[in-house]
């Protein structure tokens, strides 16, 4: 018994047999709950996620199942260490390793998380290939800043005074904004209409004095196709700073046109027009009558003014209607012996001058001539 006390009391670099051995018992039973928690806990999780998602299957959980249990690893030996005694150098150099190991595994995690999350978004079915583009773009742009700021941890406790290096690199990322400001400028833009959607490829937009259907979103430009059949180029820059008319979400259109008739028209015709003008819109399919007034005394026509709704967002919907409706209020117009008004001016002339001065006019005439 004496032995194994004064074995167990023997010290190597400043520390017992003792405590090395609690080290490696300390050590030992982390391992085993760890390898525990991989064969049950881990295995049933996993297993239920991969059971509700595919994508969690291909993405996540096969970088889970790996480095999870690495960081628990890492835990168990920092915690295993802290019961020896080491000089603070070591110890320093010990913390840096293990904090490179967790900041390192935990950024794979995130990266993991976040493709798992832009993969789930990717699966929607009113997702177009110009935003599985802007995806791709962000997820890079994630994986960049996540890599940076983990560099900035680890050295952070590497380099005393890391502020130096910060200010340098602050320096040479507003240099190059500035050089490529505009570009920079139109890549935001692109995200934010990725983000917000205020249009997406097939929708039928107007801006401004010029209309189109969207056939493509850049990196830079936005790319519509005009009625005339030209393409239209727009930076993202400018489609996101101007207001825009969405037509591809219209579910119905409201319609005002008017119509004049002649001042000689009779009174009991003139009451009658709005109810044959609501008959006519009531009669089409996809109509809803709103109204129809006599709206004023104008210089040349009594004017009419009507209002419906087509319940339909396509043009050529409308323009069906709005033909069939203008044909049948010719065709009851012309029953009932309506006038439309067409622009007139009549023109009166009057000779106010004085007979007197006509008479001493002829005989003055009459002088000469003899």
Do not use: C
């Amino acid at each position: 018994m004496i032995n194994i006390l004064e074995f167990l009391s023997l010290s190597y670099f400043g520390n017992t047999i003792e405590k090395y051995l609690w080290f490696l018992l300390i050590f030992m039973v982390s391992f085993l709950v760890i390898q525990f928690l991989k064969a049950v806990i881990f295995k049933r999780i996993f297993k239920w996620a991969g059971s509700r998602s595919v994508t969690a299957q291909l993405k996540l959980i096969p970088v889970v199942k790996k480095y999870l249990p690495r960081i628990l690893y890492v835990l168990a030996f920092y915690i295993s260490v802290n019961t020896l005694l080491i000089s603070a150098y070591v110890h320093h150099i010990i913390m840096i390793l293990v904090l490179s190991a967790i900041v390192y595994i935990v950024s794979k995690l995130l990266i993991a998380f976040m493709e798992f999350m832009f993969s789930r978004y990717g699966e929607r079915p009113d997702i177009d290939p110009s935003q599985n583009i802007a995806m791709a773009w962000l997820a890079k742009m994630i994986k960049v800043v996540i890599w940076i700021i983990a560099f900035l941890i680890v050295i952070s406790n590497i380099v005393p005074d890391v502020s130096a290096l910060v200010a340098g690199l602050g320096v040479g990322g507003i240099a190059v904004a500035f050089a490529a400001q505009a570009v920079i400028e139109d890549i935001f833009s692109y995200f934010t209409i990725f983000l917000d959607r205020p249009f997406q490829i097939g929708d039928f937009i107007t801006t401004g004095d010029y209309l189109g259907e969207v056939k493509h979103i850049g990196l830079r430009t936005t790319r519509l196709k005009s009625l005339g059949g030209e393409e239209l180029v727009f930076s993202n820059k400018d489609l996101t700073s101007a207001r825009l008319r969405n037509y591809k979400t219209m579910e119905e259109r409201r319609v005002v046109f008017s119509l004049g008739v002649t001042y000689d028209t009779p009174l009991e015709k003139l009451k009658l027009i709005p109810e044959v003008l609501k008959e006519i819109i009531e009669s089409k399919e996809m109509t809803r009558f709103d109204r129809a007034h006599f709206l004023a005394y104008g210089d040349s026509s009594l004017k009419y003014e009507i209002v419906y709704y087509v319940l339909s967002g396509n043009y050529n919907d409308y323009m069906d209607v709005q033909q069939s409706i203008n044909f049948e209020i010719r065709e009851r117009f012309d029953a009932l012996s309506l006038e439309f008004a067409f622009p007139t001016r009549t023109l009166y002339i009057e000779n106010n001058a004085p007979k007197t001065t006509l008479i001493n006019k002829n005989a003055q005439v009459n002088s000469i001539k003899e």
